[in-house]
């Protein structure tokens, strides 16, 4: 069993910056895929980024490509996403998740949610 606990969200003015953090509980924390997801108001949970075990393959959706940043430090059990440039339609609650498979089955067989940490953009 792994708990993922999200913090860093919080309201932005479009154009700025947020970086989240995930806190994975787990001792076996490099075994796992880390990745991050969202969902906004009256909308699907949808992928943003994952990351392999030891953080050479990162995968992003064309949304965010280019503006955020997937990394991890497996000797913190913490994996981050910074995100940069943010637009009022990145807001979303955004989770923190954790799987067994590759970057990209992560994207659709996740193992592990975190509760989820709000990110704010006024525009």
């Known amino acids: 069993q792994v708990q993922l606990v999200e913090s860093g969200g919080g309201l932005v003015q479009a154009g700025g910056s947020l970086r989240l953090s995930c806190a994975a509980s787990a001792s076996t924390f490099s075994s796992y895929v880390m990745g991050w997801f969202r969902q906004a108001p009256g909308k699907e949970r949808e992928f943003v980024a994952t990351i392999s075990r030891t953080g050479n393959r990162r995968y992003y959706a064309d949304s965010v490509k280019g503006r955020f940043t997937i990394s991890r430090d497996n000797a913190k059990n913490t994996v981050y996403l910074e995100m940069t440039t943010l637009k009022p339609e990145d807001t979303a609650v955004y989770y923190c998740?954790?799987?067994?498979?590759?970057?990209?089955?992560?994207?659709?067989?996740?193992?592990?949610w975190g509760q989820g940490t709000q990110v704010t953009v006024s525009s």
């Open positions: 998740a954790a799987g067994d498979g590759d970057t990209r089955t992560l994207v659709t067989d996740v193992d592990y």
